[in-house]
């Protein structure tokens, strides 16, 4: 019992190389919505330049933050709780962009990265204990194998998908003539990306993580990672403010 409890205690340690990996993501998550925000909607031509250079770069930023995701949900208490606070968020940057779409069009997010994620937790949290009989290495390589699958399905167009104008089919990935969204992530191929993230979490709740991710590796990015809600959240008006000061009007 002492091992067992001294198990879930180390599991329940914060992993601040975790949060300096997150901190790492959202920096350059900022830089490149920087870039498209002076460039796309301002029209500076330096930062379209800038933008063009990062787009390689915008699809690894997302795997980290949706593996880590992933990781942490395994490691979290109440995933119910999570998911609900990260999709009150998403319905409100879908309001605020709803509005600034009526003035600088292209900027409505219906169906973005925090959508996608709190989607993802709570469908997470009643499947987590069925989960957790799965041993971690298969769950992780069978999650991880239909990831790659699907996104050449729907990522790459390997297969002619057909055009839907149902919201429900567009969030699972199928493509739309009239939905869109600034910020798109569906369903699928992603979510399987992010249960692949719960089944390396299962090593970390069983206290099977390696020591060196405790350690404390560079305490700007841990704390840039531990607030990376928040930041997601205001950094997007900052940007759009800034870029009126900046640059003007539209």
């Not at 031509?45 to 949900?73: D, E, H, N, R, S």
């Not at 993580?209 to 840039?224: N, Y």
Request: proline share 5%; glycine share 8%.
């Amino acid at each position: 019992m002492q091992r067992e409890n001294a198990a879930i205690a180390l599991a329940h340690s914060r992993y601040f190389a975790l949060d300096a990996l997150r901190g790492l993501a959202v920096v350059a998550m900022v830089l490149y919505h920087a870039c498209f925000t002076f460039g796309e909607i301002y029209g500076g031509a330096v930062w379209t330049k800038a933008y063009a250079a990062l787009a390689p770069v915008q699809p690894w930023i997302a795997v980290t933050f949706i593996l880590i995701c992933g990781i942490c949900a395994s490691l979290a208490r109440s995933n119910w709780r999570r998911g609900l606070r990260l999709l009150i968020a998403a319905v409100l940057v879908s309001v605020v962009t709803w509005g600034l779409d009526q003035r600088i069009p292209g900027t409505f997010i219906s169906f973005g990265i925090l959508h996608f994620l709190a989607v993802s937790m709570l469908l997470f949290a009643p499947l987590r204990g069925l989960l957790r009989k799965i041993p971690a290495l298969p769950q992780l390589l069978m999650f991880l194998a239909a990831f790659l699958v699907l996104l050449l399905v729907f990522d790459n167009g390997s297969l002619p998908l057909p055009q839907t104008d149902h919201f429900a089919l567009y969030i699972l990935g199928f493509p739309s003539a009239t939905l869109r969204s600034a910020d798109y992530f569906a369903l699928l191929p992603w979510i399987f990306l992010f249960f692949a993230g719960t089944g390396i979490g299962i090593y970390g709740a069983r206290g099977r993580f390696p020591a060196f991710l405790r350690r404390d590796v560079c305490k700007p990015m841990q704390w840039i990672g531990r607030h990376a809600f928040w930041i997601y959240l205001a950094h997007q008006p900052v940007l759009v403010f800034l870029g009126y000061f900046l640059f003007g009007t539209v």
